[in-house]
């Protein structure tokens, strides 16, 4: 399942697809850290995903080359969204990342090319699914912000129907 190659090289690099590159090669390193504050079967799972977003970084990269551009390298170090030192730290690391590149990949499935959004859509899945792994609480919608408790960003909330009444 590969995206068409046909997007001119004089066009601009793809925002969602470079978006989703960068989120992939943050991924990596966190997974380094995951892996380095875990151990036994949380290690593993840890190494299984650094593997799985290194491919799918590796992936991306040449998509992108594809498509006579130059893919973004990663940085040198990334800013982690808290301290990691214990193992459930790491565990709600891995929970961030998995959120965060899959609703990288809820951007990039709104590409006009048709094979790129079947492309986000199984790396969408695949995100949701290590997500799980890591925390088995299912939100609404996996990969999109939760607003408030219960409510999802673009949803509104019934207007209350006043009750029917009759004229007696």
């Not at 036994?40 to 992108?64: T, V, Y």
Request: glycine share 8%; aromatic share 6%; net charge neutral.
């Amino acid at each position: 399942m590969n995206p068409s190659q046909n997007q001119p090289q004089n066009q601009p690099q793809n925002q969602s697809l470079a978006k989703a590159l960068a989120a992939e090669h943050a991924a990596v390193y966190a997974y380094g850290v995951v892996g380095a504050r875990t151990s036994g079967g949380l290690r593993q799972r840890a190494n299984a995903a650094f593997d799985a977003h290194r491919a799918r970084r590796d992936q991306l990269r040449g998509l992108i080359a594809q498509r006579g551009q130059k893919p973004e390298e990663p940085g040198p170090t990334y800013q982690l969204p808290f301290e990691v030192s214990t193992p459930v730290q790491a565990v709600r690391l891995a929970v961030q990342v998995e959120e965060g590149v899959l609703a990288a990949y809820l951007e990039l499935s709104a590409d006009p090319d048709p094979g790129l959004r079947r492309l986000a859509a199984q790396l969408a899945q695949e995100c949701a699914v290590r997500g799980y792994g890591w925390s088995p609480a299912v939100t609404a919608f996996p990969g999109m912000p939760e607003t408030r408790a219960g409510s999802t960003p673009g949803l509104t909330e019934p207007t209350p129907v006043p009750p029917v009444t009759t004229g007696q």
